[in-house]
T-cell receptor, first 108, second 112 residues
């Protein structure tokens, strides 16, 4: 079983839509969780950390569900500039495990 | 402050040649990771260094791949006798223990 599973998409949504991505992880001892954004031909960049209490940064909300072992990313009021691949990352304490990424295209 | 840097940014080599890729992590970061990413694919873990511990080499695809980290800072990934399937972007990342990873811009390797 993979450490981290992520729906590759693609997700094609109109501007202004709300879109959510989920990522499941297998190691219940995982302590650190993150979402990254990767633009075409660029390196992944940290979007936000995911805390137990959930956290929000503008239009972006990240949540952690330990019972079901998944993290989620919600993007509200999608902008064209949100088009990218979104990767989740989980660290059970030894190294990072990344999902394969979910492709998002926001359509005018 | 300075982020993770990698060199060269692009490398074109002939099949069978050896290449060395360099990574300068963020100062003070104890963990350093190497990944490989082919076009349109996810990140493939290669190797992980944490402090003075023995590196986790479980992701290295063959014995042609090796990496070292000198003085707990700079790291070099070496690919011997390169093959065309080694063509990819090689990404380095660093972090504090348990903290978020920061990626370098990557080295684009093309093996002809």
């Amino acid at each position: 079983r993979k450490e981290v599973e992520q729906d590759p998409g693609p997700f094609n949504v109109p501007e202004g839509a709300t879109v959510a991505f989920n990522c499941t992880y297998s190691n219940s001892a995982s302590q650190s969780f993150f979402w990254y954004r990767q633009d075409c031909r660029k390196e992944p960049k940290l979007l936000m950390s995911v805390y137990s209490s959930g956290n929000e940064d503008g239009r972006f909300t990240a949540q952690l569900n330990r019972a079901s072992q998944y993290i989620s990313l919600l993007i509200r009021d999608s902008k064209l500039s949100d088009s990218a691949t979104y990767l989740c990352a989980v660290n059970p304490g030894n190294q990072f495990y990344f999902g394969t990424g979910t492709s998002l295209t926001v359509i005018p | 402050g300075a982020g993770v840097s990698q060199s060269p940014s692009n490398k074109v080599t002939e099949k069978g040649k050896d290449v060395e890729l360099r990574c300068d992590p963020i100062s003070g970061h104890t963990a350093l990771y190497w990944y490989r990413q082919s076009l349109g694919q996810g990140l493939e873990f290669l190797i992980y260094f944490q402090g003075n511990s023995a590196p986790d080499k479980s992701g290295l695809p063959s014995d042609r791949f090796s990496a070292e980290r000198t003085g707990g800072s700079v790291s070099t990934l070496t690919i011997q006798r390169t093959q065309q399937e080694d063509s990819a972007v090689y990404l380095c990342a660093s972090s504090l223990w348990g903290g978020e990873e920061y990626f370098g811009p990557g080295t684009r390797l093309l093996v002809l």
